[in-house]
């Protein structure tokens, strides 16, 4: 549907837009978030920053250069990755049963992508294609990143309620 606008426009409008309805809420919940400290908006601005914008760009590029079913295949192991690097930073599950889980879930994942993925990409270009899974991956190391980081927020600051943070 946006073929005619560039990746960061898309990403720039699609952010202004969430900006806005986040203000909204806020504003109509009379939120004390508007008057946290600083340091709770240097870490809100720097998490939007390199998760939301930053993933998004990653994704789109990585969908412009190597088409969607790659891609969505290697931001599908999400789940997996947050599990695995939370596991590894704060262990609260047993390996065994964390690693069952995760071997279903990428199994699920790649049962339902694999029919999609065309191994040769159609534009032939090596080069680009390759750029696009890295991309691709990088989105998902930002994302699972953020996850982490928005999390051990949370548990440093019980005094911001979450819906507040979210917006």
Do not use: K
């Amino acid at each position: 549907l946006l073929t005619g606008f560039a990746p960061a426009e898309i990403a720039i409008g699609r952010f202004v837009a969430y900006g806005v309805f986040s203000a909204l809420l806020m504003a109509a919940s009379g939120s004390q978030a508007w008057r946290g400290p600083a340091r709770f908006w240097l870490a809100a601005l720097l998490l939007t920053l390199a998760a939301n914008v930053g993933y998004y760009l990653l994704l789109l590029f990585a969908i412009r250069l190597a088409g969607s079913a790659l891609p969505t295949l290697i931001i599908g192991v999400l789940p997996v990755s947050v599990a695995v690097a939370a596991n590894l930073r704060r262990r609260e599950l047993a390996w065994p049963l964390l690693l069952l889980a995760c071997a279903l879930i990428l199994g699920g994942i790649a049962l339902v992508h694999l029919a999609g993925i065309e191994w040769r990409q159609q534009a032939g270009d090596p080069f680009w294609y390759g750029l696009g899974i890295a991309m691709a991956v990088g989105a998902l190391a930002l994302w699972t990143w953020f996850a982490l980081a928005n999390a051990a927020f949370l548990r440093r600051h019980p005094e911001m309620a979450p819906g507040a943070w979210s917006s």
